[in-house]
């Protein structure tokens, strides 16, 4: 995973957060990111198990 170098010094949550809000960019570190990256890796994982199925059906 690719993590900016951080430019400022360490805030609190809070800040961070209201920060974030801003500017649309991804803090790696927060918990809704890191299940939002779970989600979508689990939906690309059954997508592709449904395609596999459908192949394997058709062979």
Not at 1 to 25: C, H, Q, S, Y
């Given at each position: 995973?690719?993590?900016?170098?951080?430019?400022?010094?360490?805030?609190?949550?809070?800040?961070?957060?209201?920060?974030?809000?801003k500017k649309?960019?991804l803090i790696?570190?927060?918990?809704?990111?890191?299940?939002?990256?779970?989600?979508?890796?689990?939906?690309i994982s059954?997508?592709?198990?449904?395609?596999?199925?459908?192949?394997?059906?058709?062979?």
């Amino acid at each position: 995973m690719f993590r900016k170098k951080a430019e400022v010094p360490i805030k609190d949550n809070e800040a961070l957060k209201v920060e974030a809000a801003k500017k649309p960019v991804l803090i790696t570190t927060s918990d809704s990111f890191i299940k939002e990256g779970q989600k979508f890796s689990k939906k690309i994982s059954e997508s592709f198990r449904k395609k596999q199925v459908s192949n394997d059906k058709e062979n």
